[in-house]
């Protein structure tokens, strides 16, 4: 399974910008898809996650409302929506694949792509 993150960028704070992941591969029964992402010096972490079947959604609290997570089965892709950019949102983000479980922790996911750096200027 590979995926491809794209649609990263520098932008000013309050703006918006659409991450895209397209997969390819054997990605039969796949679980859930997620995005993750890491600062300079801190920790990754989890931002949103969609159960691939059900499309059921879930976010971090940091997030929530600003940000939306949507599938689409045809490409096989699974976009990230964020508005009302802030600059603590800066980071390089991830998309990942889980094939047996649908959660909030890396350990959750079995594939991961590369990451696409998002950086939002004050």
Same mark, same amino acid.
Request: charged share 15%.
């Given at each position: 399974?590979?995926?491809? =993150?794209?649609g990263g960028g520098v932008v000013q704070? +309050?703006?918006?910008?659409?991450?895209?992941?397209? =997969?390819? +591969?054997? /990605?039969f029964g796949r679980h859930g898809m997620?995005?993750?992402?890491?600062?300079?010096?801190? !920790?990754? !972490?989890?931002? %949103?996650?969609?159960?691939?079947?059900?499309?059921? /959604?879930?976010?971090?609290?940091?997030?929530? +409302?600003?940000?939306?997570?949507?599938? $689409?089965? %045809?490409? $096989? *892709?699974?976009?990230?929506?964020?508005?009302?950019?802030?600059? !603590?949102? *800066? =980071?390089?983000?991830?998309?990942?694949? +889980?094939? *047996? *479980?649908? &959660?909030?922790?890396r350990q959750d996911y079995d594939y991961? &792509?590369? &990451? /696409?750096?998002? /950086?939002?200027?004050?």
């Open positions: 399974v590979q995926l491809q =993150a794209s704070a +309050g703006d918006s910008l659409r991450l895209s992941c397209a =997969a390819s +591969g054997d /990605t997620g995005w993750f992402r890491q600062a300079p010096g801190k !920790e990754r !972490e989890f931002v %949103a996650a969609i159960r691939w079947g059900l499309g059921s /959604t879930n976010y971090a609290d940091s997030v929530k +409302g600003r940000f939306t997570i949507s599938r $689409n089965y %045809a490409k $096989n *892709t699974v976009s990230l929506q964020m508005n009302s950019l802030k600059p !603590e949102d *800066t =980071a390089a983000y991830y998309c990942a694949a +889980g094939y *047996t *479980t649908y &959660g909030t922790s991961w &792509g590369q &990451g /696409t750096q998002v /950086t939002v200027s004050s």
